[in-house]
């Protein structure tokens, strides 16, 4: 259940990168940026928690986390980038958005864009995605 939601969410990351025509990295596997180009996306998936929705052996399990997005470009010449990228993610992130993967549905529920970083080499935008599911006990 938990790698399904993780898939559906990760394959958005996915669709995104690839109508940005950027690359992205997966979770837990090395990525050089070196050779990178200008733009590229790099996933996070944090549980937030998970909690019984009823007292029963039988009840399903609210699973709530956040997808964090940061995107990389290039300093100097990739702000331009990141804009289009943030508008492109708040696309297709939108609030209320239903991702499914394998049976399992992951309900988006808000997005947020938090302050750029910066350093002469890259900017860095981190964007929050709260999603939530519902999944078997």
Do not use: H
């Not at 996306?41 to 937030?48: A, D, N, Q, R």
């Not at 909690?51 to 052996?57: C, D, H, L, Q, Y």
């Not at 702000?79 to 508008?87: G, N, P, R």
């Amino acid at each position: 259940m938990y790698k399904d939601v993780d898939e559906a969410l990760l394959k958005q990351v996915a669709d995104t990168a690839t109508a940005l025509g950027c690359k992205w990295s997966k979770i837990n596997k090395p990525f050089d940026v070196s050779n990178k180009g200008e733009l590229y996306l790099s996933p996070y998936i944090l549980m937030i928690d998970n909690e019984p929705t009823a007292v029963n052996s039988n009840c399903t399990n609210r699973y709530r986390g956040i997808l964090q997005i940061d995107i990389y470009a290039r300093g100097g010449k990739g702000i331009s980038k990141i804009y289009s990228a943030i508008d492109e993610i708040k696309t297709k992130f939108k609030r209320g958005t239903i991702l499914t993967n394998n049976g399992q549905s992951v309900r988006l529920r808000r997005i947020e864009t938090r302050a750029v970083q910066s350093s002469p080499d890259w900017y860095k935008q981190p964007i929050d995605v709260t999603f939530e599911a519902e999944t078997i006990n």
